[in-house]
């Protein structure tokens, strides 16, 4: 089966530190539901306000709980020198799969800049690395004739989170069929199937995993259906707000963000009474 990793969120507590408590209780039940992969310090963790130390203790104190599951570090600069410093940090857990290293945002690098911040990062260490192309967040995009390139140049450079545009993926594994291309978007699960996805990153699972798991098992476009609604809910209003609105109230965390996020509207938090209602029945 295509693996599917749940992207997961920071909870905090009032006093803005780490919920893990909280966090606990979320993991305790997404790995009931037989989720047993999961991506830490992402976008929707909240990197970009996490301090390296709590980056650090965090994916310490979770790998220390849960030994069994499978991991995947974010790790957020657009400096290639900081993103080698920040993969060194965790240079002595055998315990991380990879790590994700997003394209470089903001300062726009052409494809050439693109491919020496990837082949330094894949040259500086033996860690298996996995490209993040989400050029909506960052402003430019890796092209496929770039992530070939790479790949074919170091072992380590295994695979990738694609949040751009699906006809990429069928080039990158026509050419590299034992590439991972994990897609980034949930509401475009079946139509990533069809394009040979190997799994799914994921901010949905957090609220319905089963269902996510039938999408990849049967492909029923019903299932389909409700899991783009749940996905429009989720990204309606700045990630991952909605997401933790919808897990406090199921009680799983508490709903703080840490700034410049902020918690979702009142309207949002009107529009999504029913689905909570329903998801609190199960």
């Known amino acids: 089966m295509k693996e599917i990793f749940t992207a997961l969120i920071t909870p905090f507590n009032q006093d803005q530190s780490i919920d893990y408590p909280g966090l606990f209780r979320l993991l305790d039940k997404l790995i009931h539901e037989g989720n047993k992969s999961f991506v830490l310090c992402g976008t929707t963790g909240e990197i970009s306000t996490l ?5 650090r203790v965090l994916v310490e104190r979770i790998l220390d709980k849960y030994p069994h599951i499978r991991v995947i570090i974010g790790i957020c600069s657009n400096c290639t020198a900081e993103v080698i410093r920040h993969i060194q ?16 945002y903001y300062i726009k690098p052409n494809q050439e800049g693109i491919y020496r911040h990837f082949d330094m990062i894949g040259a500086s260490t033996d860690k298996k690395i996995m490209i993040y192309n989400i050029p909506s967040r960052c402003g430019v995009g890796i092209t496929p004739s770039t992530v070939i390139r790479l790949a074919t140049k170091h072992q380590n450079i295994i695979g990738m ?13 026509k050419a590299l069929p ?19 996805i190997d799994g799914l990153i994921s901010v949905a699972s957090h609220i319905d995993y089963p269902l996510i798991e039938r999408i990849m098992q049967k492909r029923k476009q019903y299932d389909d259906a409700h899991l783009k609604i749940l ?3 989720l990204f309606k209003e700045p990630n991952p707000a909605p997401v933790k609105y919808i897990l ?10 840490r700034s410049p996020l902020t918690s979702i509207t009142p309207q949002l938090q009107q529009e999504l009474e029913s689905l909570i209602e329903n998801y609190q029945k199960k």
């Not at 301090?51 to 980056?55: I, P």
């Not at 991972?180 to 509401?187: F, I, Q, S, T």
């Not at 406090?248 to 963000?257: H, K, P, R, T, V």
């Open 231 to 233: 996905s429009q809910f």
């Open 89 to 104: 940090m965790y240079k002595d857990n055998q315990a991380i799969y990879a790590f994700l290293v997003i394209v470089p």
């Open 248 to 257: 406090s109230e199921m009680g799983y965390i508490q709903n703080i963000l």
């Open 178 to 196: 034992h590439f991972k291309v994990y897609l980034g978007d949930d509401h475009l699960l079946l139509e990533g199937l069809q394009y040979h």
């Open 51 to 55: 301090k390296l130390e709590e980056r």
């Open 161 to 173: 989170k694609q949040c751009g545009p699906l006809d990429d993926i069928k080039i990158i594994k």
